[in-house]
């Protein structure tokens, strides 16, 4: 490819808006451009960049006998309904009604689609598993975007898709998946650490999440030297006893200055740790139904956790004005009698004689004991891990936290979608069973973004080979003689199928070249010049030291 | 691959309301399953057809120097209403706020973005001509999806835009994809006609459609032995003098019968040739304004032609609650006095005293003449040519009529889009000028049913090469060591490169699989039985004979 034609051309301004190198890289190389926020155009580079992380993984899915195939974008909206998809997605899932006045989801995820797609031709045990993927866009109105192609709106994903016979089978599949992201990982060059992970809107309820340890992840991993690690709304920890074999004391409502109302306050006013207060956070669900969370006081609810517990989506943290409709206000938000649901965290049982419980002006209540003065609907897991906590799996060993993107996600559900829409396969039996279900989700547009954020340096992008647009760049310098040189070398290396970017352009300085070389990021850079002679400048990107080459020498080099 | 694993197996039953062949054999195969009307999800054999013919056309691009690249699915809207598209596609067009309020149009086409996306790079006249394309999903929400994957509702398409420092370089890009669709259609061996074609909603007024012919086509062409071909929206015919030198006699009410009110009561009641009348046609515009079209008695209005003169994307006819706004009714409409846009055909100047023009209930006009008695806003060509018309380019052959359906079109579109977005180039005397784009388009799900169409038989579909899911449909019958030996046979052709479908099944007849590999329709039948011993009997799919031959025989017919 000649750059004097090649369609996006480097500039040396950042988006106002961009905070991450890739995001910066990829705009100024002439990668990407925004369409609107969180929409991508890719140019020619950029298109090629996704191709080469398509063709791995394609190549990936197909050693594990995954078929490829695609379905249409609009899925009919009772399709998602079928499991309320629709409404845990809510605002995230964009809906279009046609001329018709038929109504239609316009893919976000396509799970039902690929139920539906099965149902069609209803399979024996002999056809099991089926595994199926797919690259094509998804659609997710995000609140959001953010970092460029790290969440966009609209982007291609790897979306595959399994159905086994029993949850062994669908386990085989689930791990070929799992085995098959750590290779593609490795292929982009790119370091993942798969966590246990929650499934989100997704459904189901064992998953894993690979994430790319980084500052600037939005996503927490928990890690143990046992080999646990999950993410933050998964991750599961020891609540450590406080002093529960304390004897209870009788509940006693006690003086308290009207001005103690939060955890600091509790601690300035009784000079007692954290983890002797009772915490009372309030929450809405998407219904306008009011959720009290009751942590130990030195934990924090994990929302995720929670939203699990109670079959939501999505959680919102009540308004003052929520707070009103049950008699309180922020702080004096009580542990038990509000008419709202009471969700406790099993920290509740570490403790004897818990502070606080019941705020009013002058008073609180103090000796307050779990089962004995106040109960929630259930206790469960709902505390978000720290750093220093206990492992929850060898129970040993304490929790390290790291922060980290997201770079694929596999999901078991079982029957979860199966069920709901009766996709069925008929067994060796002659019986109609429910077929069980995973689905395994890589974003490609991210992909691409992590690849750039771990492949760069002060003065561009520095592609692993696997992904490169091209192969090599090779820069011709001013003078006719050496430009006819450089031709000859670029139509070498082209005939030898060597693909390779030749900066042809006329007028422009080294200066500039070398820099558009370095921006771009491709693997090897060539440079014919009258210093060269009958040879060429060798030089990997990655690399200070550069090589005088015969063309007959560099090809052996791209061998 | 093991047939026994493909996911999509052939059935006998056709879809109820399928009436073309290519729509039956390709959902009896298994290349296709419709999700909701017009929506098709391809499997993995259908899928396979579609990456073969994206292949052809990707290669055929790259030939002519087009880069590949994407844009979003989600296109602003105001990217729409600068050429005022939103207005003129209409319902055809679906429409998305997202949840901050944000309207998009849903990716029919995407000349606004292209050129949205060439501004953001600025270009020089040193970076033209510019010619990019892509391959992704189209979204039309057509009054009627029909005939399976011919006109369905989403779609992937090849849509190509070139951009031109001036008309000439712009007609050379457009006469390259020209050219190149001519070499796609041979290479998926189907024989097309290039037409002038009317632009319809997409803008623009030079364009050519690719058509291939058939009587199932929605599309009618009409072509004349000079080489003049056009669709029939665009077809350009002489209108014959009917007696145009005859002596304009003077403007006459006449008593008339309240039943004379069809062309036929005319011609019935007067006993004259139906070219002596006058025909007013109503027509009603988007924004509900009237329009009377006025042709010769023995002509039809095209609405196309109608449509592109006044400006509009669709026209309606008027109903009869329309008429009434303008005090008429159904067979009563005047040629003149009412309160609409009269626009006449030229061929009101081809008939002196014409009949009829002022219908009431007992009177009608004669001897009614053009230029004289009444006058429209403009004369132009709205009239349909028929078959048997003399050609309106050599002016001396008759047209031919066909049906045919659309592959491809290309279309000039000159600056209408640039100047509305402010797409310009820097020229090399330092000027900014507006771009000159063209748009070139052929639909993929489209291209395989014209393909599946133009290449079956009785028992099923006879792909050609290039575009078939597999080259080689292995038969292997009952017996373990025949089983064994096809096993072997798979292999060999497999390392060898060759692709395969194995029909590895078990318990099913023989019958049963030759059916099936007819229905399938790869290009080569390969069965190992008890009776060809260690060799193979070849059988090519569009011919009887068969052949023994060893493998390695067989591997070099594969070469």
Same mark, same amino acid.
């Given at each position: 490819?000649?750059?004097?034609?090649?369609?996006?051309?480097?500039?040396?301004?950042?988006?106002?808006?961009?905070?991450?190198? /890739?995001?910066?890289?990829?705009?100024?190389?002439?990668?990407?451009?925004?369409?609107? /926020?969180?929409?991508?155009?890719?140019?020619?580079?950029?298109?090629? *960049?996704? #191709?080469?992380?398509?063709?791995?993984? +394609?190549?990936?899915?197909?050693?594990?006998?995954?078929?490829?195939?695609?379905?249409?974008?609009?899925?009919?909206?009772? @399709?998602?309904?079928?499991?309320?998809?629709?409404?845990?997605?809510?605002?995230? &899932?964009?809906?279009?009604?046609?001329?018709?006045?038929?109504?239609?989801?316009?893919?976000?995820?396509?799970?039902?689609?690929?139920?539906? =797609?099965?149902?069609?031709?209803?399979?024996?045990?002999?056809?099991?598993?089926?595994?199926?993927? #797919?690259? /094509?866009?998804?659609?997710?109105?995000?609140?959001?975007?953010?970092?460029?192609?790290?969440?966009?709106?609209?982007? *291609?994903?790897?979306?595959?898709?399994?159905?086994?016979?029993?949850?062994?089978?669908?386990?085989?599949?689930?791990?070929?998946?799992?085995?098959?992201?750590?290779?593609?990982?490795?292929?982009?060059?790119?370091?993942?650490?798969?966590?246990?992970?929650?499934?989100?809107?997704?459904?189901?309820?064992?998953?894993?999440?690979?994430?790319?340890?980084?500052?600037?992840?939005?996503?927490?991993?928990?890690?143990?030297?046992?080999?646990?690690?999950?993410?933050?709304?998964?991750?599961?920890?020891?609540?450590?006893?406080?002093?529960?074999?304390?004897?209870?004391?009788?509940?006693?409502? $006690?003086?308290?200055?009207?001005?103690?109302?939060?955890?600091?306050?509790?601690?300035?006013?009784?000079?007692?740790?954290?983890?002797? =207060?009772?915490?009372?956070?309030?929450?809405?669900?998407?219904?306008?139904?009011? *959720?009290?969370?009751?942590?130990?006081?030195?934990?924090? $609810?994990?929302?995720?956790?929670?939203?699990?517990?109670?079959?939501?989506?999505? @959680?919102?943290?009540?308004?003052?004005?929520?707070?009103?409709?049950?008699?309180?206000?922020?702080?004096?938000?009580?542990?038990?009698?509000?008419?709202?649901?009471?969700?406790? +965290?099993?920290?509740?049982?570490?403790?004897?004689?818990?502070?606080?419980?019941?705020?009013?002006?002058?008073?609180?209540?103090?000796?307050?004991?779990?089962?004995?003065?106040?109960?929630?609907?259930? @206790?469960?897991?709902?505390?978000?891990?720290?750093?220093?906590?206990?492992?929850?799996?060898?129970?040993?060993?304490?929790?390290?936290?790291?922060?980290?993107?997201? =770079?694929?996600?596999?999901?078991?559900?079982?029957?979860?979608?199966?069920?709901?829409?009766?996709?069925?396969?008929?067994?060796?039996?002659?019986?109609?069973?429910?077929?069980?279900?995973?689905?395994?989700?890589?974003?490609?547009?991210?992909?691409?973004?992590? *690849?750039?954020?771990?492949?760069? +340096?002060?003065?561009?992008? $520095?592609?692993?080979?696997?992904?490169?647009?091209? #192969?090599?760049?090779?820069?011709?310098?001013?003078?006719?003689?050496?430009?006819?040189?450089?031709?000859?070398?670029?139509?070498?290396?082209?005939?030898?199928?060597?693909?390779? &970017? =030749?900066?042809?352009?006329?007028?422009?300085?080294?200066?500039?070249?070398?820099?558009?070389? +370095?921006?771009?990021? &491709?693997?090897?850079?060539?440079?014919?010049?009258?210093?060269?002679?009958?040879?060429?400048?060798?030089?990997?990107?990655?690399?200070?030291?550069?090589?005088?080459?015969?063309?007959?020498?560099?090809?052996?080099?791209?061998?």
């Amino acid at each position: 490819m000649l750059y004097s034609k090649l369609f996006g051309k480097t500039v040396r301004e950042a988006p106002k808006d961009a905070t991450l190198a /890739s995001h910066k890289l990829l705009y100024q190389a002439g990668y990407i451009r925004e369409l609107s /926020s969180g929409r991508y155009m890719l140019t020619p580079l950029g298109f090629r *960049v996704e #191709q080469n992380i398509i063709k791995i993984i +394609d190549e990936e899915m197909a050693k594990i006998g995954s078929q490829r195939l695609v379905v249409p974008t609009f899925h009919p909206l009772e @399709l998602w309904q079928a499991t309320h998809r629709d409404e845990v997605w809510g605002e995230g &899932l964009s809906q279009v009604t046609d001329r018709r006045g038929a109504r239609f989801a316009v893919g976000a995820t396509a799970e039902a689609v690929m139920v539906e =797609f099965v149902k069609k031709f209803h399979p024996s045990w002999r056809d099991l598993p089926i595994v199926l993927h #797919q690259f /094509s866009n998804k659609f997710r109105d995000e609140l959001r975007a953010r970092g460029g192609l790290v969440r966009a709106r609209e982007f *291609v994903m790897k979306d595959a898709y399994s159905f086994a016979a029993d949850e062994q089978a669908l386990l085989a599949t689930y791990w070929d998946q799992f085995h098959a992201y750590e290779r593609i990982a490795h292929r982009l060059d790119i370091k993942v650490i798969p966590v246990e992970a929650d499934s989100g809107a997704l459904g189901g309820d064992f998953c894993h999440e690979f994430i790319v340890p980084c500052d600037w992840g939005e996503d927490t991993i928990l890690t143990c030297e046992c080999g646990y690690s999950a993410n933050v709304e998964k991750a599961e920890f020891v609540r450590d006893d406080i002093n529960s074999g304390e004897a209870q004391k009788p509940l006693e409502a $006690v003086a308290q200055p009207e001005w103690v109302a939060t955890m600091d306050d509790n601690v300035k006013h009784y000079n007692l740790p954290k983890a002797r =207060f009772l915490k009372n956070v309030v929450y809405k669900t998407h219904q306008g139904q009011l *959720v009290i969370a009751v942590v130990r006081g030195d934990l924090d $609810v994990n929302e995720s956790k929670l939203a699990k517990l109670v079959g939501e989506g999505e @959680l919102v943290p009540a308004t003052a004005d929520d707070l009103r409709t049950i008699g309180t206000k922020p702080g004096w938000v009580h542990a038990w009698g509000h008419a709202a649901r009471y969700i406790g +965290d099993t920290s509740l049982t570490t403790v004897s004689n818990f502070i606080g419980g019941h705020k009013e002006q002058t008073t609180d209540t103090i000796n307050v004991n779990y089962g004995r003065d106040f109960t929630c609907e259930t @206790l469960a897991d709902i505390a978000e891990a720290q750093a220093g906590a206990v492992c929850g799996k060898c129970g040993r060993k304490q929790l390290r936290v790291q922060k980290g993107v997201e =770079f694929g996600h596999v999901f078991k559900y079982d029957d979860f979608y199966t069920k709901a829409m009766g996709c069925t396969f008929t067994d060796s039996d002659g019986k109609e069973k429910y077929l069980q279900m995973g689905a395994y989700g890589i974003g490609i547009g991210r992909a691409m973004a992590i *690849v750039a954020e771990t492949h760069h +340096d002060a003065y561009g992008l $520095v592609w692993p080979q696997a992904v490169a647009p091209y #192969q090599a760049h090779l820069i011709g310098m001013p003078g006719a003689e050496v430009t006819k040189q450089a031709a000859a070398v670029y139509a070498r290396l082209t005939e030898a199928g060597i693909e390779v &970017l =030749f900066d042809d352009r006329e007028g422009v300085s080294a200066g500039v070249k070398f820099s558009d070389a +370095d921006l771009l990021g &491709l693997p090897v850079r060539l440079v014919v010049s009258a210093k060269t002679g009958a040879k060429v400048e060798y030089k990997n990107r990655a690399q200070e030291q550069t090589a005088l080459l015969t063309v007959d020498e560099l090809l052996v080099r791209f061998k």
